[in-house]
């Protein structure tokens, strides 16, 4: 490794982004605590991350809230705020920051102000740092792989990208306590919201989805943050069969388990398209972005991504899923068969 464990005690890692960007960052960073595993690590971040780092406490030990910069659009910024968080920075006499927010344009003069020992991470040609700590942003692949990619620059072993969302007793207890009437692998979560309005398929094509799914046995389980209601309510009303509607009413937790125990996902390429492939259930994703080798999950065989800006054919969609159901629906059948046979 190009930074020997002896002197790197004290690790930050900035990436002050949603659920979907952390957990595409997750591989990294396991792969990062492997290589330093008495060293504390510790995560800058959006405010919503002081959960995400419970979840993991397994690979990160601290949270630390960044609360903003210009140039940064998650947070409205605030100077007082942004001086006593470089303070800190200053105070916490970091061993290691790793830039692994992007490309570094913004944040990579940030980080210098934190007077780390040594800073690693991201450069373009607006950001370039003179440091074989550094590596030029690789615009292209998978979010998770760029990651892993730059642990390799830096010496450390690494694994193949796989994303890991670990489900806690608790989440376990929150799911329960819904009451859902459920049956495992009978029911199919439809997930239309998004952070961005842009990015959000129309919700007239995801109900054309739900009644085909409900007609072919499939309950329909609509879910969504409580700021998405808006769109799950236009969804509801366009769906000609009753469905289950858990909008806002779910932890992050209790959405893992529900998708875990689905026959399937549909939805827009959000941080639930990420906890799906986390979680191993098929899926069939709308990019809306137009970044689908960037943000779709990495098993081709189990998850199913239309990059709506150059396919914007709902049909395309529809045979996706009808396929899925399709595919079930004759397994089923040959095991039926088998074990009349025998």
């Known amino acids: 490794m190009k930074l020997s464990t002896k002197n790197i005690h004290k690790i930050a890692v900035f990436r002050a982004l949603k659920l979907g960007d952390m957990l595409c960052a997750v591989p990294a960073i396991k792969a990062l605590r492997s290589a330093y595993p008495n060293a504390e690590i510790v995560l800058l971040g959006l405010p919503w991350a002081k959960k995400f780092v419970e979840r993991f406490n397994m690979y990160i030990d601290r949270f630390i809230h960044f609360p903003g910069c210009i140039g940064l659009p998650e947070q409205p910024f605030n100077r007082r705020l942004f001086e006593e968080f470089i303070q800190q920075m200053r105070e916490e006499n970091f061993d290691l920051v790793l830039q692994m927010q992007g490309n570094g344009t913004i944040v990579n003069a940030l980080l210098l102000l934190f007077n780390a020992k040594n800073v690693a991470g991201f450069y373009n040609d607006k950001s370039y740092i003179e440091s074989d700590l550094f590596m030029p942003y690789p615009d292209y692949g998978y979010e998770a792989q760029r990651h892993i990619l730059l642990m390799e620059h830096l010496g450390i072993k690494t694994k193949k990208p796989e994303l890991d969302f670990p489900i806690t007793e608790k989440d376990e207890q929150e799911f329960d306590a819904l009451c859902l009437p459920l049956v495992n692998k009978k029911y199919i979560c439809i ?16 109900a054309v989805l739900a009644d085909y799914c409900i007609e072919n046995g499939f309950t329909i389980v609509v879910t969504g943050t409580e700021e998405e209601r808006d769109i799950t309510r236009e969804l509801i009303k366009c769906i000609h069969h009753p469905v289950i509607d858990v909008t806002g009413k779910t932890s ?4 893992a388990v529900l998708i875990r125990n689905a026959f399937m996902l549909i939805a827009n390429c959000t941080g639930v398209s990420h906890i799906a492939a986390a979680v191993k259930t098929p899926s069939v994703i709308i990019s809306m972005d137009g970044e ?28 996706e899923v009808v396929k899925m159901i399709s595919d079930k629906s004759v397994a089923k059948q040959k095991n039926t068969d088998t074990q009349t046979a025998a």
């Not at 919201?193 to 919700?203: F, H, I, L, V």
């Not at 999950?297 to 529809?318: C, Q, R, Y």
């Open 292 to 319: 689908p080798e960037r943000w779709a999950p990495v098993n081709k065989n189990l998850h199913h991504v239309i990059d709506w800006t150059k396919e914007p054919h709902f049909e395309i969609v529809f045979a």
């Open 252 to 255: 992050v937790g209790a959405v």
């Open 191 to 206: 997930h239309p919201g998004s952070a961005d309005a842009s990015r959000q398929w129309p919700p007239q094509f995801f």
